[in-house]
């Protein structure tokens, strides 16, 4: 009994000593844990260190309606939808008038048979100018509007193609907000405004963007 009782007093022993020499380590992986931690956090904050976001943008880019001047019947057409037309490209006949196109585009919308009537005014075929779209995102005016100017690199998401980023630049600051009636409100605080940020951008680079896609803004206001 004695040897037995010997022998529990020397594991009780032990098993201290095992445990104390556990928490160092313990604490060496929680003092890594903090440190990358740490570093993971300064190094967002060096990300976003000036910068301007705007979540509500989208890419925009001119349609141009081609109508008629005079009443008649379409007697021809030259292009379908999905076409792209150069400047001054001959599209439609409606009644003696010979239609043209203004810009270089895509068609957006065409008849498809002839004899349809005209009137003046009325839209014959739709051409979306896309070697001119923009990036267009509105920004509340509290929200570092005071930090962009024309000329500042931006970068730009889409949601259609989630991981991909796009290069573009301010091309143009709204001189207005989007709200230009006057608003009344029983509340003492006064309505935040918004105001259009435009960026161009090499469409030529990214033929996969369209005109409507919903998007995302990144301005860099801090080039140094």
Known sequence: MNNDTSKNNSANAVAPQEKKGTKPWIHSILLIIIIFGALGGFLFWLT????????NSYLEAPIANISVTAPGALSAIYVKEGDRVEPNTEIAVVGSETLYSKDEGIVATAPKVVGSYYAPGQTVVSIVADK???????????????????????????DAFPGRSYQGVVDEISAVSEETGVAFSISDKRPTRKFDVYLRFDVTQYPELKSGMSAKITIKTNNS
């Not at 976003?48 to 979540?55: A, C, E, H, L, R």
């Open 48 to 55: 976003i260190k000036g910068t301007v976001s705007i979540d």
């Open 132 to 158: 001119q779209m923009r990036v267009v995102g509105a920004i509340d005016e509290n929200k570092g509007l005071d930090q962009i100017v024309v000329g500042q690199p931006a970068v730009f998401t889409v």
